[in-house]
């Protein structure tokens, strides 16, 4: 099994920074690849940024988050800067994980982050 928990998110004003971490735990050989996903009230989960053998950000979020991994620390993090009302959401970490027989999607419990105007 594992786990992840992330830490990092909170209240912050527009304009300004967060920095989201999520470390990864348990039994595993390796993680493939780590990633952020949000979640809206009434909205779909959608992807942020994922860091595996490339990086790739949302479109909304391009030049303004940058998501980096410490692969000694099974640890990725998102930073957040210029934060709008509407990257309002809850967060969610993802790990791709090989666990020998092949790969497994992780989630975490989400951390949320709150943007005022």
């Known amino acids: 099994q594992v786990q992840l928990v992330e830490s990092g998110g909170g209240l912050v004003q527009a304009g300004g920074s967060l920095r989201l971490s999520c470390t990864a735990s348990g039994t595993f050989f390796s993680i493939n690849a780590m990633g952020w996903y949000r979640q809206a009230p009434g909205k779909q989960r959608e992807l942020v940024a994922t860091?595996?053998?490339?990086?790739n950000y949302a479109d909304i979020v391009k030049g303004r988050f940058t998501i980096s991994r410490d692969n000694t620390k099974n640890t990725v993090y998102l930073q957040m800067n210029s934060l709008k009302p509407e990257d309002t959401a809850v967060y969610y970490c993802?790990?791709?994980?090989?666990?020998?027989?092949?790969?497994?999607?992780?989630w975490g419990q989400g951390t949320q982050v709150t943007v005022s105007s």
């Open positions: 860091s595996g053998g490339n990086t």
């Open positions: 993802k790990a791709v994980v090989y666990y020998g027989l092949g790969l497994k999607d992780y």
